[in-house]
């Protein structure tokens, strides 16, 4: 039986080494756009318009009265109404509406993989596990799991995420890669409880956004199958 | 008490994101440049240069009258006359002599250390692991851990051999890295048994050897200490 191919790249700066055409590619930015992503889908969101700058995300908000948001940093940038975490989303708020959204990693690395020719892009998080793991079953082509990391740094959120994907599904992939295999180590030692496992280990972003007093956040995006939706990307934009 | 920083670069394409200037940077390549390394100058050999060419490595052997030697993609490169194992560099065969090395991967990254800026370059392996591991904690200077990876791929052993260096020596210095804190966990998974956690990682570089017949080298490049110098960087050559 030939089985598709499953690969990792734990940062931007190494998603040349792999051929994003002809596979489903998997944006993954844990902390914090993947899962807002998420969250804004699943609370009846229209659609989410991934920007690379904070002068596009102004731009387009004034000429299509929708919602800008996005943080640099870890911070709301200026000039944007809302910032990156999932708690700026509810239902009573968000539902019909357009969302346009910036991030330091996210929505950069997802322009990335268009610019090197991905034709099928997804959003990941655990706040959409399953939606995710259970499309990458059925769809049966290659798999890249795209880590967005910190300013091109891996970071262990988002390896995190990688890993549990891996684990869920690598039964029905070929796997020669040692990204995923490390991966997959690491979900393993951490399944049990992912935020005591960032807090232990050190974690950059565990100190950066726990400095912004936004634990609650962290816990809520360790959290699996909250917004289970899947996120893909045609057009320009994100929708369900 | 303000400790140095340490920082794990895990393939040479993400040693951008570091600072190689004003610390020592310890070039990884377990598969096996800087075992080899370790292994010769410990048998006697007077000096290894390192280069980045096959060509370059048969003109100094032309010119200088040493010991060619290198690889490309796990196997001796055509021209040279040595291969990129331990066991081809006895005392009876080494002492005293010059070795001109180039390598798929580790050779490179070390020449890349240098292009940006390094001043302090040491190899590490874990035949020479409490070697290194000493003089960086005596040095007292800021660490990074350049692991040389499969052409940009990140591989396990590299990144195995980094964490139990931090394992070793986190004590005395600041980590404030995600990547550094990935590799202690899996060098903890793995540590019982390294050559046992490749083979069930499925790591590439265990398949790519074991294809060539190469299970001996693996193992005697997973053990510590059986060739305990320091090769440091001067001149453009490796010495002890």
Same sequence: chains 1, 2.
Wanted: proline fraction near 2%.
């Amino acid at each position: 039986m030939n089985r598709p191919s499953l690969y990792t790249s734990l940062s931007p700066a190494l998603l040349h080494l792999y051929n994003v055409r002809d596979c489903v590619v998997v944006v993954i930015d844990i902390l914090r756009a993947t899962s807002t992503i998420a969250t804004a889908l699943y609370n009846g969101a229209k659609s989410i318009i991934p920007v690379d700058s904070v002068e596009k995300c102004m731009r387009l908000g004034r000429d299509m009265e929708c919602i800008t948001a996005g943080e640099r940093d870890g911070k709301i940038a200026e000039g944007l109404q809302y910032g990156n975490s999932s708690f700026d989303y509810p239902r009573n708020f968000i539902e019909g509406k357009i969302l346009v959204l910036t991030t330091t990693n996210g929505t950069k690395l997802l322009h990335m993989a268009v610019a090197k020719g991905a034709t099928e892009i997804v959003t990941g998080s655990f706040l959409n596990f399953s939606a995710v793991c259970n499309h990458l079953i059925k769809e049966k082509k290659n798999v890249i799991l795209a880590c967005a990391g910190w300013k091109d740094k891996v970071n262990i959120e988002d390896t995190l995420f990688a890993g549990a994907v891996v684990s869920r599904i690598k039964e029905h992939f070929e796997i020669n890669c040692d990204a995923s295999q490390m991966a997959n180590c690491l979900y393993n030692n951490a399944k049990d409880d992912l935020y005591e496992f960032m807090k232990k280990n050190d974690a950059s972003h565990y100190h950066r956004l726990t400095n912004f007093g936004l634990e609650k956040d962290i816990r809520h995006c360790l959290t699996e199958d909250l917004a289970n939706v899947l996120p893909y990307y045609v057009d320009e934009r994100l929708v369900v």
